[in-house]
């Protein structure tokens, strides 16, 4: 969301619309919006348009309002959110959301379907992943960091066909799609009940009908009473574990096949467990009650990523013991989640939907599918740390004669014909001679196969530089052919020096110290020199 700031002249501006005005009274939008109000004449009309609207008298205060009227559309409605649109909830542990995810698309693959994520990182992660694993559907993504005209062209297409959508909440605001939104799938739990009605506002749009579904994970179960407590009609349905498809054993080969998937998966673990570090509600987001190894496995990654951000309390929780406060405090809050989901059980629709992927209430719910299925195949996860016992019993090793009895490790070395089993010395460095003569034996063959490497290696790299020189040697005479033939065509009479060959007959009269003429350098005097230069000046001038 973005506030431009026009270049007009406003004092004569009756009317200020702000929409969204929830989100734009924001402290992250106050510097722009104090800058536009104070340029504009107190004596004007303002309308504030938003599906949560907020009633803050300092917000109203900061925009001049003075017995503001508030027209709700839904204030004396049964529901805060459209009739059409079925609202339903599953309760998903956290390292089984993606496999959750994977079998409704796959459930779903004539829908179009908005999915909503926490961070930028998840959303590429996804997206990437599901994309290489191709499961049927056109997909897409979204995410606020995109420049301007990709998103307006994704948008399009997504509004265009049928696809799949992964965004964050960048498209939880603004965005009204031509077509139906069949599906609004929201993976992570929003972090409020406005953000929650945003999103699923995607869909049952101007009297169309729509569907959404939240998973939310064990330890975020108390966001069900918060937005059951505003008017927001939402049951929970058990998960169907027969269709349900586990993704992680894929997703952990993918990020073998392709590294650079590695490092998006470990983003995307690490800022998820960041949002939820940063939330403000605490009684539904509580990263110390997140499953943080099952998460990371489930995601592929071969390792858990560290986490600097949390305390190392957090990160090593070793588990307390029977009678311990911290264990009954512990039961006591198991003993209440347990109520609490009696008491929203009695809520649940009486609906199931198409295709048999969400659950008849005979069939076992996710959360107690058994604790052996929820743990991933790609790793063994670490529940206690291993202590190595130095005062352990050593074995030893046993030696066998050729009927079978046991015998002394160095048994073999002994004097067999004594019986007394009595070791001989003379033997035993005899032996250890034999096999130093061996190793120095095979040191020297070692060293032999190395120089001689070593001398190939040279051999090699001289003839490749051999051959570099002769190359450009090449590219030489072909420059000395072009320049003299552009000489030749332009009448240049100019004197070429002449080619000199390696290993021809003028390299071995120069050697021998002649030159053109002749005439031995050496044998002449410096007189005789002096006279030859001037004669040959003279006859080329003549």
Known sequence: MRLQILNVHSSRIQVLVLDEADR????GFKKALNAIIS?????????LFSATQTKSIQDLARLSLKDPEYLSVHEESVAATPDRLRQIAMIVPLDQKLDMLWSFIKAHLTSKILVFLSSCKQVKFVFEAFKKLRPGIPLKCLYGRMKLERRMGIYSQFCEQRSVLFSTDVASRGLDF?????WVVQVDCPEDVATYIHRVGRAARFGASGQSVLFLAPS?????AKLQAQKIPIHTIKANTKRLQPVTGLLAAMLVKYPDMQYLAQRAFTTYLKSIYLQRDKEVFDVTKLPIEEFSASLGLPMTPKIRFLNQKSKCRKEPSEGHPLQQQNDSEDEMVKIRKKKLDVSKSKEEVEDGFLLDKEETPLEEGGNDASIPATRILKKKKLKINIHRPVGTRVVFDEEG???????????TNSGDGVLQLDKVKERYEKMKEEMRRQDKEDKLLHRQRLREKRIKEKMKLKRGRAEEEDDDVDDEDI??????ETGDKTTKRSKIYFDSDSDIEEKKGKNRLGIHADSISLAEQEALALKLLS???S
Do not use: C, F, W
């Open 483 to 488: 320049t003299r033939s552009d000489g030749e």
């Open 178 to 182: 031509d077509k139906a939104v069949d």
């Open 405 to 415: 009895n046991t015998l002394p490790p160095l048994a073999t070395l002994a004097d």
């Open 39 to 47: 340029q504009l004449p107190n004596q004007r009309q303002t309308l």
């Open 539 to 541: 006859s080329m001038h």
């Open 24 to 27: 734009i009274l924001d402290v």
């Open 220 to 224: 975020e179960i108390e966001m069900l």
